[in-house]
């Protein structure tokens, strides 16, 4: 009997590259078909045949308090009854930013805009007409969004594809973009004490998600604040996938360094678009109208995506949300862990917050290098064992993976239960 998985794909391919919208879905790293899901409720999602997965891509971060939560849907309803978008002001968007403000207070202001991509290359905008620098720092590994001079040799779908850099980005602008190693604190004093007085802005996943989960040493980020400090370059933390995903407060309340930036998404958005970027008033004073740095967008702010992120940040400031997720994705990294290491398998698992990692290999990697020492094969069959017995992971060994709150232990159990067969089947 043919899926409808199958037929779906076959038409998609036909209208769409790939048959996806954004192409990490298209399981090009894993093969096979990617499913088309028709609905989801809680920690699960249905596919074209009905069949129910449990998820662990949560829309890639965004379904922290579980799919379809009623508050949310019933808050969209609400708002979409009010009016689709009305491209003026709104006072839902004044809340928005006040509570995003008090929730992560290295931020004294905000603009909301629709997408990562679009929030991580305003922000680089605004350091460059803040500071009056070209050059721009990131780590490889580290993705921030497709935009020209964010994509030099950026991680996520780009690592499973194996190219470092994009066709069609201009050697113009990535020459004002260094690529340098994660969480090699001495590789970057070295390149400041170059280039220091040429940079505007180094940008940093603090807890790196898109090159599977790779959390920052402690002393790397700190060296990263004092070095920006001292060279007067702005340091912007991208927590697109961090924020209010391993902390309430981001990776900036883990570890206690207070970013020049932040840039926010995913969550913020509760599964609609919505994403900000945030500084000082003095930053972000320089922005248009005020400032002369040029920044818009027809549907930032939209009154229906503000709601479903609004009643999402309320949601996860219910007392002990975050420690009850924390345990929950540390209880099921672990029993992961245990489950691999009866098979045999080399294997590791970590997590921070909400999101977690599983690496093919004997060690938690440290860096990208030994990330990409990972046993791809081995997850390629992990996954589709996974996959067949009913929990759809991310289909690539170089994504993270992000529990919601409805994961509840029946749902853990179950998913370290499958795991334990799809090791037994890797032997
Ligand atoms: C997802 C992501 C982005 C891009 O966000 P989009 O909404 O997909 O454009 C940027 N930075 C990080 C760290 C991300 O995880």
New binding site residues.
């Given amino acids: 009997m043919t899926s409808n998985n199958d037929i779906l794909f076959e038409r998609a391919q036909r209208s769409t590259p790939g048959g996806v919208n954004s192409p990490v879905r298209a399981f090009r790293s894993v093969g096979g078909t990617p499913r088309f899901i028709s609905r989801a409720a809680g920690p699960y999602f249905w596919d074209a045949d009905d069949r129910r997965y449990i998820d662990y891509i949560g829309s890639?971060?965004p379904a922290i308090v579980g799919h379809a939560h009623p508050a949310v849907v019933k808050a969209v309803q609400e708002a979409a009854e009010r009016g689709l978008s009305f491209g003026a002001p709104t006072e839902g968007e004044v809340l928005m930013a006040e509570e995003l403000c008090r929730l992560v207070p290295s931020m004294e202001q905000v603009r909301l805009v629709s997408?990562?991509?679009?929030a991580?290359m305003s922000a680089l905008r605004l350091a460059r007409g803040v500071t009056g620098r070209d050059l721009v720092i990131k780590f490889e590994g580290?993705?921030?969004?497709?935009a020209d001079s964010l994509l030099v040799k950026a991680g996520s779908g780009m690592l499973t594809f194996g190219n470092p850099t994009s066709a069609g980005v201009p050697e113009d602008f990535a020459r004002h973009t260094m690529v340098l190693d994660y969480n090699d604190a001495q590789q970057l004093e070295e390149t400041f004490a170059r280039v220091g007085d040429r940079v505007a802005c180094v940008i940093v996943?603090p807890v790196a998600?898109?090159m599977n989960l790779l959390p920052a040493t402690p002393e790397f980020l700190q060296t990263m604040r004092d070095l920006c400090t001292k060279y007067g370059a702005l340091l912007a933390f991208?927590e697109?996938?961090s924020g209010f995903r391993v902390a309430l407060g981001g990776a900036q309340s883990l570890y206690g360094i207070a970013p020049d930036m932040t840039?926010l998404?995913?969550v913020i958005g509760g599964g609609l678009p919505v994403?900000a970027f945030g500084a000082s008033a003095a930053v972000m004073k320089h922005l248009a109208p005020l400032g002369g740095v040029y920044q818009a967008g027809t549907l930032s702010g939209n009154p229906v995506a503000v709601a479903a992120g609004m009643t999402t940040l309320k949601l996860v400031q219910a007392p002990g949300f975050y420690e009850a997720l924390s345990a929950q994705t540390a209880r099921m990294a672990a029993g992961i862990g245990d489950a691999a290491r009866e098979a045999g398998v080399p294997f590791c698992a970590n997590s921070v917050g909400g999101m977690f990692g599983l690496y093919f290999t004997a060690d938690v990697p440290r860096n990208y290098a030994e990330m990409m020492k990972c046993d791809k094969a081995a997850f390629n069959a992990f996954f589709h064992a996974m996959l067949d017995a009913g929990v759809y992971l991310a289909p690539s060994a170089f994504e993270a993976g992000f529990v919601s709150a409805q994961h509840d232990d029946a749902v853990i159990d179950a998913t370290i239960d499958a795991a334990r067969q799809a090791f037994a089947t890797l032997r």
């Avoid at 997408?115 to 679009?118: A, F, I, L």
């Avoid at 580290?142 to 497709?146: I, M, V």
């Fill in positions: 890639w971060g997408s990562g991509t679009e991580a580290c993705y921030h969004g497709h996943e998600g898109n991208d697109v996938m840039v998404g995913k994403a």
